[in-house]
């Protein structure tokens, strides 16, 4: 008796051990982590406190950004929020998943796509776009392998969240009852947080680690910000506009405020994964409200792609700030599948985010801009308007239009893209066209 007592002291000292160099790391069942998935709507990469905006107020994320590993060179590869929104969730560009645009171009060209979706003789157009979600492994159908619940809310362009692998959601998807891009479930953040408070308790007493998909209409318009935000910004340097969007992103910033806070309440903050970033940007234009200014949403330029991309897991990922190497959306899907000790299917492009090293040797990052509406829903690549690559400080930007004129900037030092020199680096032009190329050609 007292030699197995001895052993078990042995073996318990030995994973104590082991415990403490981090050698059983994600091998333990306790330390697969919950995941918290925040996704601002139509929000620029400048507008938080911590990315230096000298107005706006967003103390909730600024705090979440001091304990998070935060790329401020994050990008989607599309400018436009359903695209976007299927790549975070496949880990692929749009041209490989086929979601390249919101609606379909409608064979009547006196039918909005927007409107048309509840008539029947329309369905297919529809359908052709919304069906191509079941076709790939999302996050919530693989985390739910390795049995995770999962939770859709917000926006949610592909159908009833059931589609896209979810146990659980707020979006039906039903044309007939006007579903679009997230119907019911575009009640989260403006009308209270309780679907997900609700769904994580029920998690949390069920013993199940959970995916959250908290995808806000958020500060996205209607800008109908409270009063008490909008009073804030209501200043004689803003314009109405100004101040009415300024609101509505420190209104958002208090939703990401409420979800972490209700983490902590629950013990739960130590064992999720948060992960933050915008599906595309916007910058306001001052003197029409809810309408953005050019070179923001449904653009190539960073005002429409560019979005800190932020991962906080205490006591797991280290704190830091890095303004120098490149991150992308299609990081997202493998970056939670590794920290959830889950294999990444072979054919995502991405890479997992918490590792450092292969961050720092990535030197490119790649995108596709298409129209809003989809010309061929067969066809999907046939809307591209432009693609985009951005190689370490140098950004290329070139035209579907073959007549069209490629741009070319030092997004480093000029972040705002006001100096196009493309004229004056005919041989970076060159090089930088050509890996554009070999990534994706811009053809089917």
Same mark, same amino acid.
């Given at each position: 008796?007292?030699?197995a007592?001895?052993w078990?002291l042995?073996i318990?000292?030995?994973?104590?051990f082991?415990k403490?160099?981090?050698?059983?790391?994600?091998?333990q069942?306790?330390?697969?982590?919950?995941?918290?998935?925040?996704?601002?709507d139509?929000q620029?990469?400048t507008? $938080?406190?911590?990315?230096?905006?000298p107005v706006?107020q967003t /103390?909730h =994320?600024d +705090? *979440?950004?001091? &304990?998070?590993?935060?790329?401020?060179?994050?990008?989607?590869?599309?400018?436009?929020?359903?695209?976007?929104?299927?790549?975070i969730?496949?880990?692929?560009?749009?041209?490989?998943?086929?979601?390249?645009?919101n609606d379909?171009k409608?064979?009547?060209?006196?039918?909005?796509?927007?409107?048309?979706?509840?008539?029947?003789?329309?369905?297919?157009? $529809?359908?052709?776009?919304?069906?191509?979600?079941?076709?790939? /492994?999302? =996050?919530? +159908? *693989?985390?739910g &392998?390795?049995?995770?619940?999962?939770l859709?809310?917000?926006?949610?362009?592909?159908?009833a969240?059931?589609?896209?692998g979810?146990?659980?959601?707020?979006t039906?998807?039903?044309?007939?009852?006007?579903g679009?891009?997230?119907?019911?479930?575009?009640a989260?953040?403006?009308?209270?947080?309780?679907?997900i408070?609700?769904?994580?308790?029920?998690?949390?007493?069920a013993?199940?680690?959970?995916?959250v998909?908290?995808?806000?209409?958020?500060p996205?318009?209607?800008h109908?910000p409270?009063?008490?935000?909008?009073?804030?910004?209501?200043?004689?340097?803003?314009?109405p506009?100004?101040?009415?969007?300024?609101?509505?992103c420190e209104?958002f910033?208090?939703?990401c405020g409420?979800?972490?806070?209700?983490?902590?309440k629950?013990?739960?903050?130590?064992?999720?994964?948060?992960?933050?970033l915008?599906?595309n940007?916007?910058?306001?234009?001052?003197?029409n409200?809810?309408?953005?200014?050019?070179?923001?949403?449904?653009?190539?330029?960073?005002g429409?792609?560019?979005?800190?991309?932020?991962?906080?897991?205490?006591?797991?990922?280290?704190?830091?700030?890095?303004?120098?190497?490149l991150?992308?959306?299609?990081?997202?899907?493998?970056t939670?599948l590794?920290?959830?000790g889950?294999?990444?299917p072979?054919?995502?492009?991405?890479?997992?985010?918490m590792?450092?090293?292969?961050?720092?040797?990535?030197?490119?990052i790649?995108?596709?801009?298409?129209?809003?509406?989809?010309?061929?829903?067969?066809?999907?690549?046939?809307?591209?308007?432009?693609?985009?690559?951005?190689?370490?400080n140098?950004?290329?930007i070139?035209?579907?239009?073959?007549?069209?004129?490629?741009?070319?900037?030092?997004?480093?030092?000029?972040?705002?893209e006001?100096?196009?020199?493309?004229?004056?680096?005919?041989?970076?032009?060159?090089?930088?066209?050509?890996?554009?190329?070999?990534?994706w050609?811009?053809?089917?």
């Open positions: 008796m007292r030699r007592s001895a078990l042995v318990g000292a030995f994973l104590v082991l403490g160099t981090g050698e059983i790391g994600l091998a069942e306790s330390s697969r982590p919950n995941v918290l998935l925040i996704i601002s139509d620029a990469w507008d $938080y406190g911590f990315m230096g905006h706006i /103390p =994320l +705090r *979440l950004a001091r &304990e998070s590993l935060v790329y401020t060179r994050g990008y989607v590869p599309d400018s436009l929020c359903r695209p976007s929104l299927a790549t969730i496949t880990g692929l560009y749009p041209h490989q998943h086929g979601i390249t645009g379909p409608l064979p009547d060209p006196k039918v909005n796509p927007m409107a048309g979706r509840a008539r029947p003789e329309f369905a297919r157009f $529809y359908e052709t776009l919304m069906r191509r979600i079941e076709t790939h /492994p999302t =996050l919530p +159908r *693989l985390l &392998e390795a049995g995770y619940v999962s859709q809310t917000g926006k949610w362009w592909e159908g969240y059931t589609r896209g979810f146990t659980e959601g707020m039906h998807g039903d044309p007939k009852r006007g679009r891009h997230g119907d019911a479930g575009l989260i953040g403006r009308q209270g947080l309780e679907p408070f609700d769904f994580i308790r029920r998690a949390k007493e013993g199940k680690p959970f995916f998909w908290y995808a806000p209409m958020m996205h318009s209607p109908n409270p009063e008490k935000y909008l009073q804030k910004y209501l200043r004689p340097d803003l314009t506009a100004q101040s009415r969007y300024y609101a509505m209104w910033d208090q939703t409420d979800l972490i806070t209700f983490l902590e629950e013990n739960l903050r130590k064992s999720t994964l948060i992960i933050y915008a599906d940007g916007w910058i306001q234009d001052p003197n409200p809810n309408r953005y200014a050019p070179r923001s949403k449904r653009s190539p330029y960073d429409g792609i560019r979005t800190p991309i932020m991962l906080s897991w205490p006591g797991k990922i280290t704190p830091l700030r890095d303004d120098e190497n991150a992308s959306s299609i990081d997202i899907a493998p939670v590794t920290a959830c889950l294999p990444v072979a054919n995502l492009p991405g890479i997992n985010l590792d450092r090293e292969a961050v720092k040797e990535r030197r490119a790649f995108g596709e801009v298409f129209e809003h509406d989809v010309a061929d829903v067969d066809h999907p690549t046939k809307s591209l308007t432009f693609r985009w690559i951005i190689r370490e140098w950004k290329l070139v035209p579907a239009d073959p007549n069209g004129k490629p741009e070319l900037y030092d997004v480093v030092a000029d972040p705002f006001t100096r196009d020199l493309a004229t004056t680096h005919p041989e970076l032009l060159k090089k930088l066209t050509e890996e554009l190329d070999r990534w050609s811009g053809k089917e």
